[in-house]
């Protein structure tokens, strides 16, 4: 007698991983957009307090590009590049303002995926209320600009 495994054995098996696979992945790809989300809400509190203690040496905010020129750094070369972990960064000093504003936004490279984020002076994280959200462009004076919510 030959040993061995049948065709329906070996078929019921890749059945079975086939499923387990239908069930995981999902859940894993999500947990990947989470994990990316944090790390840009992250980022932005650590350039939010960058460009707070560039201010206190320089007397105006900087935009972030800048922000890795002194030394040390404010913060990474990685950062001030703009790209990190599935985000575009952005940090830009509020024209007309005097160098008492910025806006610092966070926005997913693929924008139907994952959330944006927008931070400013007041250091008040917002994120959009839905994916597919453009980052804002100008400063909204108070709170978060419409169309995002506070991050608690």
């Known amino acids: 007698m030959k040993k061995?495994?049948?065709?329906?054995?070996?078929?019921i098996v890749?059945?079975?991983?086939?499923?387990?696979?239908?069930?995981?992945?999902?859940?894993?790809?999500?947990?990947?957009?989470?994990a990316q989300e944090a790390a840009a809400a992250a980022a932005l509190h650590t350039i939010a307090a960058a460009e707070v203690?560039?201010?206190?040496?320089?007397?105006?905010?900087?935009?972030?590009?800048?922000?890795?020129?002194?030394?040390p750094p404010y913060v990474d070369s990685t950062l001030a590049a703009g790209a990190k972990q599935g985000y575009n960064f952005t940090a830009t000093p509020?024209?007309?303002?005097?160098?008492?504003?910025?806006?610092a936004?966070?926005?997913?490279q693929t924008l139907s995926q994952a959330h944006?984020?927008?931070?400013?002076?007041?250091?008040?994280?917002?994120?959009?209320?839905s994916t597919n959200t453009s980052a804002p462009t100008t400063h909204t004076g108070s709170g978060c600009p419409t169309g995002f919510a506070e991050v608690e």
């Open 4 to 11: 061995g495994f049948t065709l329906v054995e070996i078929m």
């Open 14 to 34: 890749v059945a079975i991983i086939a499923l387990l696979a239908a069930i995981a992945i999902p859940n894993l790809l999500r947990a990947r957009v989470s």
């Open 53 to 71: 203690q560039y201010r206190a040496t320089h007397s105006a905010y900087a935009a972030l590009a800048n922000l890795d020129d002194d030394d």
């Open 94 to 103: 509020v024209s007309g303002s005097t160098g008492s504003q910025f806006i």
């Open 105 to 108: 936004t966070a926005a997913p």
């Open 116 to 129: 944006t984020f927008y931070i400013d002076e007041d250091g008040v994280l917002c994120r959009s209320n």
